[in-house]
């Protein structure tokens, strides 16, 4: 099965600033896809972005953006002029391979932000 | 929006008992999921569906089963339940596209409490 680790169980972050939140993963596929999911207290799960493995390019969504090593097997996300509205819980989740569409989670990154 | 919803936010059951959890979505989607979320253990996959009438297991499928008779409807049985299967639960749905890369919708979850 997929290992995906997201060493950090709790970061904080002031508002304004940037953190960044990492993830590592097995896999032994060369392309797939990698996703970062929020779940803000009010639990209902939000993709926030999406890289795919075969992309030299890393993805950006506004404030947010990650850093996609591939070699390394790590998917970075980070957030910059972080926003009350950011504090989450924080899944990362590459999928199983090309159009495979089941996702491994990893444990999650419980973010605050700080006024 | 896509929207899935699903038929519960909190439920109470007795050790033993049958128990149906409902989601059903709204944009037409193919794919369907249901998952548990433990702390500390993030999302787990029970079961997934990509058609009507068609299943399979995902990587803790021990305990339940699950029902897809209707393309928006994705049932999810425990058939007898146990004080560790008190969890919260999360349905999901995608598009059944052939990528990979397609977003999961989530719902806001069911907090199922077994005594």
């Known amino acids: 099965a997929q290992t995906v680790t997201q060493s950090q169980p709790e970061m904080s972050v002031q508002e304004a600033e940037t953190v960044t939140l990492s993830c590592t993963y097995d896999?032994?596929?060369?392309?797939?896809?990698l996703f970062w999911y929020k779940q803000p207290p009010s639990r209902q799960m939000i993709l926030v972005i999406r890289?795919?493995?075969?992309?030299?390019q890393n993805a950006t969504e506004n404030r947010f953006s990650v850093n996609f090593q591939k070699a390394a097997k790590s998917f970075s996300l980070k957030i910059s002029d972080s926003q009350l509205g950011d504090a989450a819980m924080y899944f990362c989740?590459?999928?199983?391979?090309?159009?495979?569409?089941?996702?491994?989670f990893g444990k999650g990154t419980l973010l605050t932000v700080n006024p | 929006d896509v929207k899935v919803t699903q038929s519960s936010r909190y439920l109470v059951k007795r050790t033993g008992e049958k128990v149906f959890l409902e989601c059903v979505q709204d944009?037409?989607?193919?794919?369907m999921f249901w998952y548990r979320q433990d702390p500390g253990l993030g999302l787990r996959l029970i079961y997934f569906?990509?058609?009507?009438?068609?299943?399979e297991k995902g990587d803790i499928p021990e305990g339940y089963s699950v029902s897809r008779e209707k393309k928006e409807r994705f049932s999810l049985i425990l058939e007898s339940a146990s004080t560790n299967q008190t969890s919260m639960y999360l349905c999901?749905?995608?598009?059944?596209?052939?990528?990979?890369?397609?977003?999961?919708?989530f719902g806001p979850g069911t907090r199922l409490l077994v005594l």
């Open positions: 999901a749905s995608s598009s059944g596209g052939a990528l990979g890369e397609e977003t999961q919708y």
């Open positions: 896999t032994s596929e060369s392309d797939y896809y």
């Open positions: 890289q795919e493995a075969y992309k030299q």
């Open positions: 989740a590459p999928n199983s391979g090309g159009s495979n569409y089941k996702l491994t």
């Open positions: 944009m037409d989607h193919e794919n």
């Open positions: 569906s990509y058609d009507v009438k068609m299943k």
